[in-house]
């Protein structure tokens, strides 16, 4: 029979056995054997399972591995993978906690976004949720254009040529495409060259020979 608190055999005794003279029983032989953690000579885990001195054993389901020391068990918390910062559930239940549900949205300027979806938060500006939760946004790049006077447009990014392509002479603005005259002496017109007005903000004028009235 077994009792007590520490599972020491206090009292045994031969269930239908025959003559007991050749029974020798040492409480001592049936302790070491059984239990070697009674006397600082094992390690038990939670569950009673008994390990002796120098083995590897885990005492408990949330608990890291320990040694089995003769001064008891020696345990050191591994270095454990960090949690994601976009985990909203952690699994504390084994040694290393565990992300078991990582959020499927993003947290921009006060707004919720779904993942992968792609918005706008300025006319110029379009941004995308990313699954790791980050927000990535890019600015539109504008192409250059055709004229001096460009004007921008509510909820529109790129400023346009209202006017068409043009360019500048002198502070007067002139239509590209045909001559302009200035005066009696004076034609001017904006560069035009392979289908495409070049960049040249300032017109090109010839002077002709002739007498100002």
């Not at 779904?114 to 949720?129: D, G, T």
């Amino acid at each position: 029979r077994w009792t007590g608190s520490h599972l020491r055999c206090e009292v045994c005794y031969v269930i239908q056995g025959g003559p007991t003279s050749d029974v020798t029983l040492s409480l001592d032989a049936i302790d070491e054997y059984a239990y070697p953690d009674y006397r600082g000579k094992g390690c038990m885990d939670e569950s009673g399972f008994v390990f002796a001195i120098g083995d590897q054993f885990t005492p408990g389901p949330s608990t890291c591995p320990c040694l089995c020391t003769d001064e008891g068990p020696l345990c050191t918390k591994p270095e454990c993978p960090k949690v994601h910062p976009r985990c909203i559930k952690v699994d504390t239940s084994q040694c290393c906690p565990m992300c078991k549900e990582k959020k499927n949205y993003c947290e921009f300027r006060g707004k919720i976004y779904a993942s992968l979806e792609e918005f706008k938060v300025s006319p110029c500006e379009k941004c995308r949720c990313e699954p790791s939760g980050e927000v990535l946004c890019s600015v539109a790049a504008c192409p250059q254009t055709d004229c001096v006077d460009p004007e921008y447009e509510p909820d529109q990014c790129c400023p346009i040529c209202k006017t068409g392509p043009n360019c500048y002479v002198d502070t007067s603005v002139i239509p590209a495409g045909r001559e302009v005259k200035i005066d009696e002496c004076t034609i001017c017109y904006c560069t035009y060259e392979e289908g495409t007005w070049q960049i040249e903000r300032q017109a090109t004028c010839s002077k002709n020979e002739c007498q100002l009235s």
